[in-house]
């Protein structure tokens, strides 16, 4: 990635998250694929909705696997300028990782009801493999709860960057009057 995009992409807050979300999502897609094919042949592909079930819980622990490392990508990573990690940095990356799982946790029915319900709804009116429907249905209801995530991300403020380098500012000077300050 150019250096100019990579700093757009670590800059704006709108930017980044989506990327992330989203690539944490296909990739998520791309590996569990297969495992959900497998599941689907090991649970008996009469059982279409405990395999649609099977494929949630596959695709989650791909992708919050994924996606915390893109998140650490776009927050904390700093090529060129390394930044010591120590334990406020690591607390400040999982707290505003958690911020954003939190915001899609609300989207969570919405995400569900197309990737679970379009699954289970495609196995019974094509003669698609579980694989494919499941890569169908779950980038949808990527691209759907990207969209509605956004404007909440914007209507709740954790998508504004000023109010996000704010927050870092502070911290900053936290940290660095705490390390001024000699240990009693």
Do not use: C
């Amino acid at each position: 990635m150019p250096d100019r995009l990579f700093k757009l992409y670590q800059r704006k807050r709108v930017v980044n998250i989506n990327l992330n979300v989203i690539a944490a999502g296909l990739l998520a897609i791309a590996l569990a694929k297969f495992p959900v094919a497998w599941a689907a042949e090991l649970i008996g592909r009469e059982q279409k909705l405990l395999i649609s079930l099977a494929a949630y819980a596959i695709d989650m622990v791909f992708d919050l696997i994924v996606y915390f490392g893109l998140h650490w990508v776009a927050n904390q990573w700093k090529p060129g300028d390394p930044e010591p990690v120590d334990k406020h940095r690591v607390g400040r990356f999982f707290a505003d990782a958690m911020v954003v799982q939190a915001e899609r946790m609300v989207l969570v029915p919405v995400f569900a009801a197309i990737a679970i319900g379009g699954l289970w709804l495609l196995q019974h009116k094509t003669e698609i493999g579980v694989g494919w429907l499941f890569v169908i249905t779950y980038t949808v209801a990527i691209l759907v709860t990207r969209v509605l995530h956004t404007i909440m991300g914007y209507r709740t403020g954790s998508f504004d960057d000023a109010r996000h380098a704010k927050k870092e500012r502070i911290m900053r000077r936290k940290r660095a009057r705490q390390r001024r300050r000699p240990d009693d």
